[in-house]
Structures are given as structure tokens and as C-alpha cells.
């Protein structure tokens, strides 16, 4: 009945349809979410988690299923990859524990964290590199060595999914690029010469022509060809590839938060994560624009006194999470207002995504990612 190495069919059906789930995702924040209830689900543990790592096996974001949001809210912040967490992450290993409070790298939980004793941890791989770990807590009775394997099976699927997000945005905002490039090279190459031509057979027309009236017509007109000239060429340099930015987004993003935050009886706080250099003014303009819609709306209509704005950047994204503890809302009632679908709109065009999670009474958080 509980042979180890034999999956039921039954679990095995269910695999399989998580993994169709996790699959058929097309954002990222949507392929991770799906991947910790599926995982969930497949094997009846109270608590999921993945956790997205960076090159130097950082803990870079941490996203979580099973616990209520005043939980959460309790904890007060994502686990900072301390003690045993930061041992798994690193090592990217598979690791399956009766009680977690028994490893020699347990540092116990912070206060307000729910006991948590069993512990299954998977690695997500992309290729050669770790992506990030599937966490897994509390399965009454504890892990098996089926779910161990349900869940690498799982996490496999996950790790393909992960890359065909990645890969599609990659290519979407290569697309952007692309065209405007093209853009830039037909007004240079067609317009901008045509232009030129017809200014320089203009001029030449002016030595042969005899009165004064057309004679300042003609200069006036090759003047204004001038003029168009120049504006294309602004023009053109706009979108052509951009450079790097001299901006630092820290700062600006310091500063407007302390703008919009001032007329609230509320605290913004900001925690700043990676490089955050090598940005284009593009992203820069984008990630401020998201940041000031997202707070904006967590101040005047959340009613939370405290706001969290996190600013993360890994290997190929720029990140920006605003999470508040208010009201929360219910997103799919039609609104007057712009500012979601702005953020929606805006995170699109920058070839990212952006996810609201939101319902009433469990505060809303709103996560975007835009590719460098
Ligand atoms: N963080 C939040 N907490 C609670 N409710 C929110 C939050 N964000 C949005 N909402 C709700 O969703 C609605 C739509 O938000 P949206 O930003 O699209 O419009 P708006 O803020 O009302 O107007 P606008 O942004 O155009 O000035 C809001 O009116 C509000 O009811
Ligand atoms: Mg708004």
C-alpha cells in the first residue's frame, strides 16, 4: 500500500495536470504561483513557498501560499535567507525533514511565524544555473519519498515554464526594439535624404532665378527644409538604441515617494535590492511612473498605515512590489479610475507584466517586472 517507489495512478493524474497548469501560464509572477499550489496540492502540506534566488545565491524574492495575510502581516517582512533557509538556497539541493528544527543550520523563526515542522525543499534549475528553491511545511505526518519525487517532477516542469516566460518576454521587448531601430534607419536613409535632395536642387534653382520675390521664396522654403531636417534628426536620435542612464533610481525614487507620501498620515517604506545600475532613462522613467500610480492608490484608497515599496534588480529584470495591509478591493469590478490600467498598460509596452493580488479586508499587492 505505501510502497515508497511505486506513484499511484492517481497522484501521478494529478502531476500531470498541475504540471498542464504551471504550463499554460504566460507570465512569470502566474508560472510561480501556480508551481507553490500545485505543489500544495499534490502533496496536502499546510505551507508553500518558492524562493527566487540571484547569481551569488541570494535570496532575491520570496513568494508564499497558506498563510492568511494577517499572518503575514505579523511576520512583517519576507525571510531574509538566514540559517537553514540560506542553506538550502545556496546549495541548491533536495532536501526532505521530519522536523526543521532538528538541522544543525535551524535559527529558529522569527516572532509571530506559525510553527512549522516538516520540511520537503526542491531546487528549480534553469540548465546549469538555480533559479530558486520550492519550499514545502507542515504536511501532517511528514513528507514522503513519493511527494519528494512528485515534487522534483513538478519542479522540472516549473523550471521549463520559468524559461518560456523569460524567453517570451525576451523576445517581446527585442520586438519593441527592433522596430523602432527600423523606424530610425528608413527616416534616416529615405526621408532624411530625400529631404536633403530636394533642399540642394532647391538652392540651385536660386542662382537662375531672376526676381527677388521667388528668389526669398525659395531661400525661406530651403530654410524650413532645414528646419525639418533637424527636427527628424532629433527625432531619430530619440529612437535609436538607448544609453545608459546617469540617473540613480534610488534616489529618485526616495524623493517621489516622499512627495506623494507627505499628505497622508501614513509611512512609505522602501527597501532597495541589487544593482540598480545599468538602467536605461526608459526603464527608469517606467519603474517611477509604476511606483507613483501603485503608492498612489495604496495611500488614497487603502487606508493602510504603512506602505512597502521594493525595488529589486537581478540578472534580467527590474522589479518594483508595492504592498499594502488595507482594505484591499475587488479587482474584477469595473472602476472609473485609470490608474490599474495604466500600470497594466504601461508594464506591456515595457515588454513586462504587472500582477495585482488583491481581495477585500487582505490589503492589495501590486508586482511588476520589466526586462533590461
Ligand atoms: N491599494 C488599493 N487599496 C484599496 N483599493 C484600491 C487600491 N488600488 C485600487 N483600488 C480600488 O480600485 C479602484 C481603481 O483604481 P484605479 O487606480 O484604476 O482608479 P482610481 O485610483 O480610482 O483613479 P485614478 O487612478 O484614475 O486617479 C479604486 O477606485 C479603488 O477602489
Ligand atoms: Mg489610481
Redesign the pocket.
Given at each position: 500500500m505505501n510502497d515508497p517507489t511505486t506513484v499511484s495512478n492517481t497522484r501521478l493524474m494529478r502531476l500531470v495536470e498541475g504540471a498542464a497548469a504551471v504550463a499554460g501560464q504566460t507570465d512569470l509572477t502566474s508560472v510561480l504561483y501556480t508551481t507553490i499550489e500545485t505543489a500544495i496540492d499534490l502533496t496536502g502540506a499546510r505551507f508553500g513557498a518558492l524562493g527566487v534566488v540571484d547569481e551569488d545565491g541570494k535570496l532575491m524574492e520570496f513568494l508564499h501560499r497558506g498563510m492568511s495575510s494577517d499572518q503575514a502581516d505579523e511576520i512583517g517582512h519576507p525571510p531574509e535567507g538566514l540559517g537553514l533557509l540560506g542553506t538550502i538556497t545556496k546549495r541548491g539541493e533536495t532536501l526532505r525533514l521530519p522536523d526543521l528544527s532538528e538541522h544543525p543550520d535551524s535559527v529558529g523563526f522569527p516572532a509571530n511565524h506559525p510553527p512549522m515542522r516538516s520540511f520537503l525543499g526542491v531546487p528549480i534549475r534553469l540548465g546549469t544555473e538555480i533559479f530558486g528553491n520550492l519550499y514545502l511545511t507542515d504536511k501532517e505526518d511528514g513528507f514522503t519519498r513519493e511527494d519528494e519525487e512528485l515534487v522534483a517532477g513538478l519542479a522540472v516542469v516549473a523550471g521549463a515554464a520559468i524559461n518560456t516566460a523569460r524567453l517570451q518576454r525576451r523576445l517581446r521587448r527585442l520586438a519593441v526594439v527592433e522596430d523602432r531601430e527600423r523606424i530610425a534607419r528608413d527616416l534616416h536613409d529615405a526621408i532624411i535624404q530625400d529631404l536633403f535632395a530636394v533642399g540642394l536642387s532647391l538652392q540651385a534653382t536660386t542662382q537662375k532665378v531672376v526676381t527677388d520675390e521667388v528668389h526669398s521664396v525659395i531661400t525661406d522654403t530651403v530654410q524650413r527644409l532645414d528646419d525639418a531636417i533637424s527636427s527628424l534628426r532629433r527625432f531619430i536620435f530619440d529612437l535609436r538604441p538607448p544609453i545608459w542612464s546617469q540617473r540613480d533610481l534610488r534616489e529618485e525614487v526616495s524623493e517621489l515617494i516622499g512627495h506623494l507620501t507627505e499628505p497622508y498620515n501614513a509611512q512609505t517604506e522602501v527597501v532597495f535590492e541589487g544593482k540598480l545600475d545599468k538602467l536605461t532613462p526608459n526603464i527608469v522613467d517606467d519603474a517611477l511612473q509604476l511606483i507613483s500610480?501603485a503608492l498612489s492608490?495604496?495611500l488614497?484608497?487603502?487606508g493602510s498605515e504603512l506602505v512597502l515599496v521594493e525595488v529589486g534588480q537581478d540578472r534580467d529584470e527590474l522589479m518594483v512590489v508595492v504592498t499594502?495591509h488595507?482594505?484591499?478591493?475587488e479587482l474584477d469590478e469595473p472602476?472609473t479610475?485609470?490608474?490599474?490600467?495604466n500600470i497594466r498598460a504601461r508594464a506591456q509596452r515595457a515588454g513586462g507584466e504587472a500582477t495585482i493580488t488583491t481581495s477585500p479586508g487582505s490589503g492589495?499587492t501590486v508586482r511588476i517586472r520589466l526586462p533590461l
Open positions: 500610480e492608490n495604496a488614497r484608497h487603502a499594502d488595507g482594505t484591499g478591493f472602476t479610475g485609470m490608474g490599474l490600467e492589495t
